[in-house]
C-alpha cells in the first residue's frame, strides 16, 4: 500500500525503517510513499557548500523547500507524481561484502524490472546518458531513465551492515 506523506514525513519514515532494521526491531522493510507537497530533496553532505544556506533560501521563496535526506547521490524534486520506494535490510551471514553496494541496487532494482517486463515492456537497470541525476542503477524503460536510486549503510548491533536503498 502506498503512504501518503509531506516529503519531510516521507523522508522521517524512511530514516525510522532505517533505525528499526539497525536496531533489531525488524529484519527488513519495504516502505512506498507519494509526497503530498513538493520539496527539493539534497544529500545531507551537500549543507556544507559554499552558498548553499543562500540557494536554499532562493529556492524556497519559488515554492521548493530545500529538505536533506541520509542517502547520496543528487539534488531530487519530490512532488506528487513521485513514488518512493525504499528498501532496508541487513546485510545477511552469506552475504559478500564486497559486493554489497551493487546486491543492494539489484535487490531493489530487479523486482521492478521483472514486474516490468511480465507486462511486456522492456525494462532494465543502468546509466543512461544525458539523463537527470544518472546513475549506474537506473530502472530503465525502453532505454530511458525511469526511477534513480540512492543508499544509505549503518552497521547494527552486531556489527552487520544494513542499508536502506
Known amino acids: 500500500m502506498v503512504e501518503v ?6 523522508l522521517d ?3 525510522a525503517l532505517l533505525d528499526e ?7 527488513h522493510g519495504l516502505l512506498l510513499w507519494q509526497p503530498c507537497d513538493r520539496a527539493l530533496v539534497m544529500p545531507r553532505r551537500m549543507e556544507r557548500l559554499e552558498g548553499f544556506a543562500p540557494a536554499s533560501a532562493a529556492v524556497a521563496e519559488r515554492g521548493w523547500p530545500v529538505l536533506l535526506r541520509d542517502t547520496g547521490g543528487e539534488p531530487v524534486p519530490q512532488s ?6 525504499a528498501l532496508s ?4 551471514p552469506g552475504d559478500n561484502e564486497q559486493t554489497r553496494i551493487e546486491t543492494a541496487y539489484l535487490r531493489l532494482c530487479q523486482p521492478i524490472c521483472d514486474w516490468l517486463r511480465e507486462r511486456g515492456l522492456d525494462a532494465g537497470v543502468g546509466a543512461v546518458a544525458g539523463s537527470f541525476c544518472d546513475g549506474r542503477y537506473n530502472v530503465t524503460l525502453d532505454g530511458r531513465k525511469l526511477a ?3 543508499q544509505r549503510w549503518r552497521r547494527n548491533g552486531a556489527g552487520r551492515p544494513v542499508v536502506l536503498a
Open 89 to 92: 535490510y541487513a546485510l545477511g
Open 148 to 150: 534513480g536510486t540512492a
Open 5 to 10: 506523506f509531506s516529503v519531510q514525513d516521507g
Open 13 to 15: 519514515a524512511e530514516r
Open 21 to 27: 532494521v539497525c536496531g533489531g526491531a525488524r529484519e
Open 80 to 85: 506528487p507524481g513521485v513514488l518512493n520506494i
